[in-house]
């Protein structure tokens, strides 16, 4: 990397509108979904496999603890997908479906922009199924 000349600085890319920073492409280890609390309190979990990013909320509906740490066991719709290592339930990070339990209920997901090495995370979208009518 090359250092900023004295008066300047690096600057990151802004946020796009909607979106807030969840931090570096490269601080996110691939393949191990991670917890992050975004600025506006979302806990999310984010998903790294190459250059992609995934993020559903992190908190398993079964007893509400932590995805982040958990491992990814497969894939879902062209995407990861996590298990909770409380008591192994597994969810798609495209959809946040709950594809087994013990856990029945799926999880809201959240939509990934990567711009510039920087990771930002939108606005959550309802879980499958919990739209109101
Ligand atoms: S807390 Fe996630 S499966 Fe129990």
């Known amino acids: 990397m090359t250092p900023a000349k004295a008066g300047t600085s690096v600057s990151e890319p802004a946020a ?6 969840a931090g570096l492409l490269a601080d996110l280890e691939d ?3 991670t917890g992050v609390v975004l600025d506006n309190g979302e806990r999310v979990c984010v998903v790294r496999r190459g250059d992609a990013v995934w993020a559903v909320h992190d908190v398993c509906p079964h007893r509400g603890f932590a995805l982040g740490g958990g491992d990814v066991v497969g894939e879902h719709e062209g ?3 996590v298990e909770c290592p409380w008591h192994g339930a597994h969810f798609s990070c495209a959809t946040g479906a709950v594809l087994n339990g013990p856990c029945t209920d799926d999880i809201p997901t959240f939509p990934v922009q990567v711009l510039g090495g920087v990771v930002f995370i939108g606005a959550r979208r ?6 109101a009518a």
């Open 126 to 131: 309802s879980a499958p199924g919990t739209e």
């Open 16 to 21: 796009p509108a909607g979106f807030v920073r």
């Open 79 to 81: 995407a990861p997908v």
């Open 31 to 33: 393949g191990l979904p």
